[in-house]
């Protein structure tokens, strides 16, 4: 699967346009110019982008920069809302407290039903 295929499927993951995802990556990043016309570029294999973009478009999806060059699908995520509230977590919080959190907020919508 080409580097343009992943991005667009994970850009289609999160349920994004190119213009929001645009601007999210321009909010994450001050100094980025991002815009609709390159990432669609780059999701359709016409332009590359630079390493140091592609480490911000990762981070934003919180993927390893890896996920673009190799050949392996990304495990699924089960939960994926409660992987968006802990990865908003302190980047300084180990991955063992990440997964408390989850757990919890799984447990809680368990007992709501």
């Given at each position: ?15 994004l ?20 016309g390159?990432?669609s ?13 592609l ?7 919180n ?9 392996e ?6 939960n ?6 802990a ?6 919080t180990?991955e ?16 709501r039903?």
């Open positions: 699967m080409s580097l343009g295929t992943k991005l667009k499927e994970l850009r289609k993951a999160h349920k346009t190119l213009e929001e995802m645009a601007n999210q990556l321009n909010e994450k990043n001050p100094n980025s110019n991002f815009n609709k390159r990432l570029k780059w999701e359709h294999d016409t332009d590359e982008p630079r390493l140091s973009s480490k911000q478009v990762a981070d934003l999806f993927v390893s920069i890896d996920y673009f060059f190799n050949d699908e990304p495990e699924k995520e089960e994926e809302a409660a992987n968006v509230i990865a908003h977590i302190d980047d300084d180990p063992s407290e990440r997964q408390q959190i989850i757990t919890f907020i799984e447990n809680l919508k368990k007992a039903k």
